[in-house]
């Protein structure tokens, strides 16, 4: 099979893949055809109003500032000259503090309409990221991480942009317009009235063009978020890429998705050339006709120069504004195809989240956990169940093991317990409460997890180990690790628990992130401890270090163990052996032994040297 008809796991080829994504990413924009995506904003602004009312007031001093230029210009001209001059002096004054006021005026809006701005921008990144941390896991099953992100940067960004820069841009100029069209009709209905025949021409492009320009901003957006979400798995597994010798495959994957964003930015950005050339050409030819009667309505003497002065920079302010708009109503588009993007994010809502009136577990907890009947199978694999009919029952202070075959749904288990999934059928209790019934995040708080990949973070050793508990103080963490034997190769690093890891902690051997992990887990305090392979990345010297720490902590625990290990399944109370998702025998080590089942049959695989 070619590498363009399929990939190495099997899933589509490179160009199908981009397409599918793509076709889904469309249909989930198709409700984010106008700009009213961007009232979601609203909320965030009325937090604010204060600074929001004086970025208002300052933007329509500013906007007077500027029109009252073509006021004092006309009497500096008009009057001014009258008398040999003598008023000359005056009106340049008035014309000089006209234009202090304009530059304060100017300078105090833009601070408040930035601030706002970057206060409404950074409200919205927090409300986002707190959105996405309670999405569970089978949300991430329909949407990459990479696409997550690339709504938290650069869709934020193009709100950022909008809010600090182009609003206030397309506010003034707005505004601009109003008060230099109403000053035209004063000054001269007749020529005024001309311009006002020009005005559909230059609207025109502005929607013809402007609903291309923002459909193909939001195609351009999702072709750019498949880059950076492929770009963010191949640099995460960057160890696999090269080992597979992949680079060039992965290159060239990420520059054919790079390539097709840019030839939809290039027709976007055509169409975006031509709506500014015609808007322009109208704009200029018509002031440019006005201007022409103005001056021969001078001559004939039905117009002072002054007015005729007043009138051009009126013209020039209004021309200019509908231009900027024009220019503004493409930055207020992309950003409205950006935050459609975010909004589908803050409105998704979690598969797993509190009832309207959780039960609280009992106090003091006891650690006893039940599953009953349980039918699991995870979301987009409903013909594939992971558990079938699942029964387990684990007593307060119990060890069970569980053990079975890759697949069987030991891991599964614990993702249920974890509550990250529901059952579609049966009950899982702990402490006698329905899962289903309880607070999430109260239910995992009874549950120390230690997962076989042990994921830490890119913080200090210190700051890794306090995950597992917040208010735990450096000697308790000291201790923890000393258990979890990682005290020694801690206290190695450059500054020791204040070394930072790097991301994931890629700094650290895979058995020192495992110590890690369960010293985050020793520190937790919780009654149910649940070890997935917990010394699975240990040598044989320090899984049997660790395996003491462990065997401590589940004296004073309920423990659920996943392993292949005999000396971890042989510590266990009781063995649970699972296979197709279902319990298919139980008992200690000798009884499962002497049974000559399932159980026996592995052990004489996994455990023969022992």
Sequence with gaps: MTETSASLDGRPSTGALLVEQMGEAGKRRERAKDVRPLGRLIPYLMRHTGDALLAALWLLLSTTASLGLTVTARGA?????????????????????????????????????????????????????????????????????????????????LIEALLTTSISYALRNFLTLIGATILLFIVSPKLTALVMLVTPL???????????????????????????????????????????????????????????????????????AVMTFMIIAVMFGGVTLVLWLGARDVIAGSMSPGALLQFVLLSVFAGGAVGALGESWGDVQKAAGAMARIDELMRAQPA????AHPVALPTPPRG???????????????????????????????????????????????????????????????????LRQADPAEARTRFAWVSQEAPLFSGSALENIRFGREDLTEEEAREAADKAQALAFVDALPEGFATPLGERGKSLSGGQRQRLAIARALVRQAPILLLDEATSALDAENEQLVQAALDQAMEERTTLVIAHRLATVLRADRIVVIDGGQVVEEGTHAELIARGGLYARLAALQFRTA
Aim: no cysteine; hydrophobic share 45%.
């Design 352 to 355: 797993i989240a509190p009832p």
């Design 202 to 272: 230059l609207i025109l492009p502005l929607f013809v063009f402007g609903r291309r320009v923002r459909k193909l901003t939001i195609e351009s957006q999702d072709r750019f978020a498949d880059a950076v979400g492929f770009a963010g798995e191949s640099v995460d597994a960057i160890e696999t890429v090269q080992a597979f010798g992949r680079e060039k495959s992965a290159i060239g994957r990420f520059d054919q998705a790079v390539d097709m964003a840019f030839g939809v930015s290039l027709i976007r950005m055509r169409s975006r």
């Design 368 to 434: 006893e956990v039940t599953m009953r009947g349980v039918d699991f199978a995870y979301p987009g694999r409903p013909d594939l169940p992971a558990l079938r009919g699942f029964d387990l029952t684990v007593r307060p202070g119990e060890t069970v093991a569980l053990v079975g075959p890759s697949g069987a749904g030991k891991s599964t288990v614990f993702r249920l317990l974890l509550r990250f999934y529901d059952p579609q059928s049966g009950a899982i209790t702990v402490d006698g409460v329905d």
């Design 77 to 157: 001209i008009d009057q001014g000259f009258a008398d040999g001059g003598a008023a000359i002096n005056g009106w340049f004054l008035l014309l000089g503090a006209n234009a202090l006021f304009l530059g304060l005026a100017t300078a105090v809006r833009y601070f408040y309409v930035t601030k706002t701005g970057e206060r409404v921008v950074a409200d919205l990144r927090q409300g986002l990221f707190a959105r996405v941390l309670t999405l569970d896991p089978a949300f991430y099953v329909k949407m990459r991480v990479g696409e997550v992100l690339s709504r938290l940067t650069t869709d934020i960004a």
